[in-house]
């Protein structure tokens, strides 16, 4: 069965840090990109970074550089997502999506976990 599960989310004061993870199961995770999504209330999904399935290269939205790191770990089927200096804007659903490197049919999404900036 295949499966991306989302956690690490919660509430974080503005200039704080949390880390998300992203954990592929039922297919050959190393094989995968692996992007994470975000979508506040009242507007559409966006990019905010990426990472290919070979050499690990790394993508960002403007919104997020500096302070945002997209990793991963084939060896625990995981990307992690290091967000530093959150800000209220940061505030959203972040959803992890993977696609087949090659075969981008094969798209698999998350259900997303809460990330909330507020003091």
């Known amino acids: 069965q295949v499966q991306v599960v989302e956690s690490g989310g919660g509430l974080v004061q503005p200039g704080g840090s949390l880390r998300l993870s992203c954990v592929g199961s039922?297919?050959?995770?190393?094989?995968?990109?692996v992007s994470w999504y975000r979508q506040a209330p009242g507007k559409e999904r966006e990019l905010v970074a990426s990472i290919i399935s070979i050499g690990s290269s790394a993508n960002y939205a403007d919104s997020v550089k500096g302070r945002f790191t997209i990793s991963r770990d084939d060896g625990k089927n995981t990307v992690y997502l290091q967000m530093n200096s959150l800000k209220p804007e940061d505030t959203a659903v972040y959803y992890c999506k993977a696609v087949h490197q090659w075969m981008p049919r094969y798209t698999y999404w998350g259900q997303g976990t809460q990330v909330t900036v507020s003091s």
């Open positions: 039922g297919f050959v995770f190393s094989s995968y990109g």
